[in-house]
């Protein structure tokens, strides 16, 4: 039983770890095609090759249906090739996460990447998890332990002082607006998103929850449509590449880890994505950080490490235990 409990923990931290590398690189990705895509046009091209990604996996793979990446609450067959669909309860929740985090997301984050660098998105968006952590513990009852509350505190202060060291030194007040917007949605679809899990496959969630998002955004489809033509081919590859890793398989791996731990502590982990969207676009888009950026990245790290932060419990000596020689009866 430890074992397993170990191993599942092992697997849920290397999904979280692909999460936020996959989710630093869209930041990069998103301000490089911005220049080419409109947001709308960007967010509806994104998430329709990751519906069809998702797709692929949930009808075509073996099993396909997402076992593997069902939540510990459900236990389903190994060999069963149809989806399970959720029931009329469910689809209130699949509406406000597809909406939101697909949605509303991606076009407030396209939308502000075309007024800030994607180091400084990437730090105001991540006001989200505590977001989370606050509407996990009003909403899913999942309360307010001490090391989440230490741990967020750091690492958004940490996120405040990569802030101050920005590349240019400045930001867009609309652009910042924008990412505050792109967190709240993404904080509310965390939140509506966790109950599914452990009820539904994560595979089969994602997948419905971007089907949403691309539906939601068909109106910018001539958009879409005009900027393609126009586009070079190297800018479109890049939008296939944010809909099959930073979408489809990020947000998969994403609710694998989230059906394994709690929001609050997945939310907070999410903090390691600015310092790495910094170091990509310093990396492959000449936005040098300044050294202070360091700093906040590490501390950031440790903020996550605090939050992740499991006491070893310790057995106590059990005080009901019998004596194997019984005491005479005081009315023997």
Not at 199 to 209: F, K, M, Q, S
Request: aromatic content about 8%; hydrophobic content about 55%; charged content about 10%.
């Amino acid at each position: 039983m430890i074992r397993t409990e170990k191993r599942q923990g092992l697997l849920a931290a290397g999904a979280a770890a692909v999460t936020v590398v996959l989710w630093a690189s869209a930041f990069v990705a998103i301000r490089h095609v911005g220049a080419e895509f409109s947001a709308g046009a960007l967010s509806l091209g994104r998430l329709l090759v990751g519906s069809l990604v998702l797709g692929l996996f949930v009808f075509v793979r073996p099993g396909g249906s997402g076992d593997r990446l069902a939540g510990p609450a459900s236990r389903r067959p190994r060999i069963r090739r149809t989806p399970q669909w959720p029931v009329k309860s469910d689809w209130k929740l699949l509406l406000v996460c597809g909406l939101l985090w697909f949605g509303v997301y991606n076009v407030a984050l396209n939308a502000a990447e075309q007024r800030l660098d994607a180091g400084t998105a990437a730090m105001l968006v991540n006001i989200g998890p505590l977001l989370i952590a606050l509407l996990a513990g009003l909403l899913l009852g999942e309360g307010f332990p001490r090391q989440l509350v230490i741990g967020s505190i750091a690492a958004f202060a940490g996120v405040v002082v990569i802030g101050t060291s920005s590349s240019d030194g400045k930001a867009e007040t609309w652009g910042v607006v924008l990412c505050l917007v792109a967190a709240i949605a993404y904080a509310i679809g965390v939140v509506a998103q966790k109950p599914l899990l452990g009820r539904l496959p994560a595979l089969e969630v994602t997948w419905l929850a971007c089907t949403i998002g691309a539906l939601a955004c068909l109106p910018f489809a001539p958009a879409l449509i005009r900027e393609v033509g126009a586009a070079q081919p190297s800018a479109i590859w890049w939008v296939v590449f944010l809909g099959a890793f930073p979408t489809a398989l990020a947000f998969t791996t994403w609710a694998y880890a989230l059906a394994r731990t709690s929001a609050g502590k997945m939310g907070a982990t999410t903090y390691l994505v600015p310092p790495l969207a910094i170091f990509l676009g310093w990396l492959l888009l000449g936005e040098t950080p300044a050294p202070l950026a360091f700093a906040g990245g590490a501390l950031c790290l440790c903020g996550v490490a605090v939050s992740r932060y499991k006491p070893k419990r310790v057995a106590m000596p059990s005080t009901n235990t019998l004596n194997p020689v019984s005491k005479p009866s005081s009315n023997s």
